[in-house]
């Protein structure tokens, strides 16, 4: 078995303060974790729950992947991150196994992790992140 935890589950929100806000009155969640990965077009606010995170997830700019899913799709449940001991194993097995990948290669994502996106096409309909953490 090749995963270790449901690392992340990512939401893609306009107004990441707003959505921020919300979780607090409604949970009283507080952010454990915020961060802009510019090479993205996100800005991301992780809320920790047990080992795992929810991310609240709002575009930086009008062209990014996350901007482009709200216009189309409006808020909503973007993708699942599955927390992996190995990145590019993990990734080969997908592909083996019939999933399409956006990343070829593992490469940096926040946290200082190691991430690859695999396309929900041959996946369940699921977008999923690999996620490892570390280099
Ligand atoms: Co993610």
Known sequence: ML???IDHVAIAVKDLDAAV??????????V???????????????????DSFIQLTAATRPDSPIARFL???GEGLHHVGYRVEDC?????SM??????????????GSRG?????????????????LVQIGP
């Open 21 to 30: 806000d919300y979780y607090r009155r409604a949970f009283g969640a507080e």
């Open 88 to 92: 590019a194993a993990a990734l080969r």
């Open 95 to 108: 592909v083996e196994a019939g999933a399409t990948p956006i990343d070829t290669e593992p490469r940096p």
């Open 32 to 50: 454990d974790h915020r961060e802009t990965v510019e090479s993205d077009g996100v800005e991301e606010a992780l809320i920790k729950v047990a």
């Open 71 to 73: 216009d189309r799709r």
């Open 113 to 129: 992790t190691t991430v690859a996106f695999v396309h929900p096409r041959g996946n369940l309909g699921v977008l999923v992140e």
């Open 3 to 5: 995963l270790t935890e």
